[in-house]
């Protein structure tokens, strides 16, 4: 008789099924998710004169957007801002353009 090793099968769970393993899943993202952070008028004032600043000279911004408890970063000129909607239009350096609203934006610098 034989003695047949299992290799690495043996270490691995057994009792795992898919729906504990995508709650797993997601408990970890809930875990890294962060809160809006609260902006004064101030940081508000200052994120529309970056802006404007960009416009008026053609420069590259990096926008810091917050969606569903993370921030991403938006890399581009701004191309159209709509005061009615209240978003802008990114065109992004690969050629894509973006749409953000203004109450997404949690970060403006200038690229010079």
Known sequence: MAIHDRGLIKWQPAAFLTEQTALLREALI???REAKPV???YQLAEFDTRIAYAMEYLLDVRLSV???????EVVGFVHYINPITKDLRVKKRDGSVERLEFEALVGVEVDE
């Open 30 to 32: 809930d875990c890294e």
């Open 39 to 41: 902006l004064d008028e």
């Open 66 to 72: 917050w969606a569903n408890g993370f921030t991403e």
